[in-house]
């Protein structure tokens, strides 16, 4: 998710271990609530398909292949298949079989550059935020906040760090993706 500029320099991290052009935060009701009615209207938590659904790759045939459960968003799925797909293209120097040969970590790599890439060209401003569920599930809306850790990053390298150290929360077949 993009959010606005800062008033504080993004190198400044509010908390220790913080990284060099990012800053840790949580990511707060009053944003959360009018995100959400931004994205999902009046409905009071997100659709079960939704927060159900992380991002995983197929276990045979096209290893790149992300899976879709239960009716989750294929519409983000989409968009990030096809960014995964460019990057695997690009990193194998413009191989367009490099999807067809990709191992398990290629594809992983990948969806991680993509994912950053995305977020990167999304975001509003000289800011990206990268936002990562310290659940394993995410919590019901009323109690998402508090559990939703919002990193803001002033380059696509700090969202490419951003995205990977949080990779575990929603790289998995079902969770906060």
């Known amino acids: 998710m993009a959010s606005r500029p800062a008033s504080r320099p993004a190198s400044a991290a509010t908390r220790p271990g913080g990284r060099a052009g990012a800053r840790e935060t949580a990511l707060g009701q009053e944003l959360l609530l009018s995100l959400h009615k931004c994205l999902f209207g009046t409905e009071r938590d997100l659709p079960t398909q939704w927060a159900a659904q992380g991002f995983a790759f197929r276990e045979a045939g096209l290893l790149c292949g992300l899976t879709q459960h239960e009716g989750g968003p294929c519409g983000v799925l989409a968009a990030v298949q096809a960014f995964v797909i460019r990057q695997l293209i690009l990193d194998a120097d413009g191989d367009h079989s490099a999807p067809l040969t990709c191992t398990r970590e290629q594809a992983g790599a990948a969806l991680v550059s993509a994912l ?17 569920c310290r659940r394993a599930e995410l919590p019901p809306l009323r109690e998402a906040a508090d559990e939703l850790l919002k990193t803001e990053c002033n380059s696509l390298d700090a969202v490419l760090a951003a995205v990977q150290s949080g990779a575990g929360a929603f790289i998995r077949p079902r969770g906060a993706g």
């Open 116 to 132: 950053a890439t995305i977020i990167w060209n999304a975001r509003v401003g000289r800011l990206a935020s990268v936002v990562v």
